[in-house]
């Protein structure tokens, strides 16, 4: 990890045209337009060709080391790339899944892999020619993940037979590799709960259908099921019994700064939705001149800066080494909910042509729905805040 620059942070805060974030936008907005988007969103069709050019920009090695085939470029600067290729790119399917993968996948291997295992998955990972997916969620466990069924059996060698069903796992049906949460002492509950990595040709291991949903509809999702899977001692991610740790590290950070693309993606919505207020006219003036629309375009540019000053300040507080689960979690609350009401917005300012497909207008509600769900709901964000505050979570 870079020395922490507060003259980066700083200038990433207040310079909404950051030459970062104008390279990344301007490189996604050519590199990455893709005229079959339309079609792959109805056919929940994921981007190959985009994910390689990604890839071969160094996007899936902006965070980790040098020496396992990163860039270690540093969380503020990654996050201006992220907020560029957000607001350039127009599949949100796609920058989610590499997302997930950049702030999720990678860095929880580099932190709590052994030698072997960095060295085993993450240059890979790292030059995109492989993929990762996070496996915690159940059909019956959801925000109360640890209540999970899935369960890892010590076996004589040291290792593992892991049995049992994951659900709703981003990137599955393409992953090479899933980090896997399963309980291996059933007696201590969540500090029995053991993080594996699980190669995806294992045997016993089968990845479900494509499961079609409102939005990112070109993220691959699928369910993922465990039968009688033998793993040996060497697919124990940090230690046996860490899994509640590594979750609520991975966690800590998910849960705010993969939605930098979202908040780059707001901004090219309020830039639009400025620019077809000016040109639509109705009763003999640009509707940008009522009142009523100006007002929701100032309320869209104050969701969006105050998601931006959130992401910053978890960030900032991460990057000095200090407490931020708190940070983190209003950002998320403010990103995700922000998103939806601005996405609302958008496509009431622009009438019939926001709800029907062909402007793109409100793929952009559809794709933002998933923020308060995914990574803990808000209701869970609000949860953890309230705990930090000394209050009652339930
Ligand atoms: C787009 C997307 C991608 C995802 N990717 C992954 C992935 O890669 N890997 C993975 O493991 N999972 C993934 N998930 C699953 C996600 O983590 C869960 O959906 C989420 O944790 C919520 O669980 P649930 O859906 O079972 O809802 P539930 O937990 O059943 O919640 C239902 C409702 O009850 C509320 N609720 C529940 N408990 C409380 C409480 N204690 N206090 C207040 N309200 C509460 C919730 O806020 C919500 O409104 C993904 C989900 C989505 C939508």
Not at 125 to 151: K, Q, V
Not at 251 to 278: H, K, N, T
Request: hydrophobic letters at 45%; a negative charge.
């Amino acid at each position: 990890m870079p020395i922490f620059d507060a003259g980066e942070a700083i200038a990433a805060l207040t310079d909404l045209d950051h030459p970062t974030k104008v390279k990344a936008r301007d490189w996604a907005a050519t590199a990455l337009d893709d005229p079959t988007l339309a079609e792959r969103d109805v056919a929940c069709r994921f981007w190959d060709e985009g994910w390689r050019r990604l890839a071969e920009r160094g996007t899936m090695a902006l965070l980790n080391d040098p020496a396992w085939g990163g860039s270690d470029v540093g969380v503020i600067e990654a996050l201006l790339t992220f907020e560029g290729l957000g607001y350039g790119c127009r599949d949100a399917g796609l920058l989610f899944a590499v997302s997930t993968q950049v702030w999720t996948m990678q860095p929880i291997i580099e932190r709590f892999g052994d030698d072997a295992q960095k060295a085993r998955y993450l240059p890979d990972l790292c030059a995109g020619r492989t993929a990762a997916a996070f496996c915690i969620t159940e059909a019956d466990a959801g925000s109360d993940s640890f209540a999970m069924s899935t369960t890892a059996t010590p076996h004589d060698d040291g290792g593992f037979v892991v049995t049992g069903s994951k659900a709703y796992i981003t990137s599955a049906p393409r992953a090479d590799v899933f980090v896997v949460f399963a309980t291996s002492d059933p007696a201590i509950g969540r500090w029995g709960v053991t993080a594996l990595l699980i190669d995806a040709d294992t045997p016993g291991l089968t990845v479900g259908p494509n499961r079609p949903k409102m939005g990112l509809r070109t993220t691959p999702f699928a369910d993922v099921t465990f039968d009688g899977c033998r793993v040996g001692p060497e697919a124990v991610l940090g230690s046996v019994g860490a899994g509640a740790s590594i979750f609520s590290s991975a966690m800590e950070s998910e849960r705010a700064f993969v939605l930098a693309g979202q908040i780059g993606a707001m901004e090219r919505q309020l830039d639009e939705a400025v620019a077809y207020s000016r040109r639509r006219q109705q009763f003999g003036q640009p509707i940008g001149d009522f009142q009523a629309v100006s007002h929701r375009l100032a309320d869209m540019k104050l969701r969006h800066d105050n998601a931006r000053l959130q992401l910053y300040r978890a960030a900032i507080l991460d990057g000095q080494g200090r407490p931020s689960m708190e940070a983190a979690a209003l950002a998320k609350i403010q990103a995700s909910e922000a998103a939806v009401a601005s996405s609302m917005d958008a496509v009431l300012i622009n009438g019939a042509r926001g709800y029907v497909t062909e402007f793109g207008v409100e793929a952009d509600l559809r794709n933002v729905a998933g923020g308060v769900v995914y990574g803990g709901t808000s209701d869970v964000q609000r949860n953890i805040v309230a705990g930090l505050l000394g209050r009652a979570t339930r």
